[in-house]
């Protein structure tokens, strides 16, 4: 359901990827940004992050829609799609290219893991993929177009020594608890290594995408899973290199299975339409979220 834009400081978002339906882990996010805005009179955003042209589907995007709806979730204005902002992903790409600070990468994930695989000690990013060794940072100008002219499509990666030399000092952005309360976090993007900025088939990574994003829908406070905390240090180091605002951020647990396992899209978690057909009302998922989470949605 929409409600209009009420003109308020704080706003919160809330976005998901529409490649699967949505399951617990998703309603309790939502909902728990909605909780949050409503405490403080904010405004809900919904965002729908479909910078991945291959696994995002219509499909889903209308089922998350309709479940979130179903769930009572209440957002401001009209979702936002990222698959309809690509030049301005495109523009802060190029910016980062003038100034030396991203490079075209056209090493694929086999590629890599080849390099890396045989390596037993190789570091891995907060994700679990092999910190990426470097082999495309070094190519010359010349070289870059020859790959290009060959047919090869590159993706775009962080110098990340680079861009860490630019910012010069330590990064810092405060993490808010449920109570009020925050805190100030030092940053640590280097775990990412060179961070693959722009997917291959576009013109951003989710880092770059929810970044600019969120400085464009006015966000100011990311309220998401314990799993993405690893992701705000690079996403605080690229607010400082596009000249960005940082919002306050706040980390949630996870809803995890009755075997204390992540739930997952690609699993077999039960999504929001299973629970749906098999009889319970949102109201049940609000009562069975607020017992697990132990937070009164
Ligand atoms: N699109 C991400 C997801 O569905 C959320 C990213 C974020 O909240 O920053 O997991």
């Not at 882990?25 to 728990?32: E, K, P």
């Not at 979130?68 to 979702?79: A, E, K, N, R, S």
């Not at 030049?87 to 802060?92: H, L, P, S, T, V």
């Amino acid at each position: 359901m929409t409600e209009p834009i009420a003109e308020t400081a704080r706003v919160f978002r809330f976005a998901p990827s529409p490649n699967g339906f949505l399951h617990l882990g998703h309603a309790f996010s939502a909902l728990f940004n909605l909780k949050l805005a409503r405490a403080c009179g904010g405004n809900l955003l919904l965002r729908i992050e479909d910078i991945d042209p291959v696994r995002s589907l219509r499909l889903y995007e209308d089922a998350l829609i309709e479940d979130l709806d179903w769930l009572g979730l209440v957002w401001t204005g009209t979702p936002r799609r990222q698959s309809e902002h690509m030049a301005a992903y495109r523009g802060a790409l190029e910016g980062l290219a003038r100034r030396g600070l991203v490079y075209p990468c056209f090493c694929s994930r086999g590629d890599i893991a080849k390099n890396c695989g045989s390596r037993p000690d190789w570091s891995r990013d907060p994700d679990g993929a092999f910190l990426y060794p470097g082999t495309c940072r070094e190519l010359t100008a010349a070289r870059q177009k020859a790959r290009i002219k060959a047919g090869a499509q590159g993706s775009w990666r962080l110098d990340m020594a680079k861009a860490l030399g630019e910012i010069g000092a330590p990064l810092s952005y405060r993490e808010f608890h449920e109570g009020g309360s925050a805190q100030i976090v030092t940053a640590e993007p280097f775990a990412w290594g060179d961070a693959l900025i722009a997917r291959r088939d576009a013109p951003a990574s989710y880092h770059l995408a929810c970044v600019l994003d969120d400085h464009a829908q006015g966000v100011t406070d990311v309220a998401r899973g314990a799993d993405i905390e690893p992701a705000t240090g690079l996403h605080r180091l690229l607010q400082a290199l596009l000249g960005l605002r940082t919002p306050s951020y706040h980390h949630h647990r996870l809803v995890l299975d009755e075997a204390g396992r992540k739930l997952s899209k690609s699993k077999s978690s039960p999504s929001l339409r299973d629970l749906r057909r098999q009889g319970y009302s949102a109201v049940d998922v609000r009562a069975e979220l607020s017992r697990r989470m132990q937070v009164e949605l």
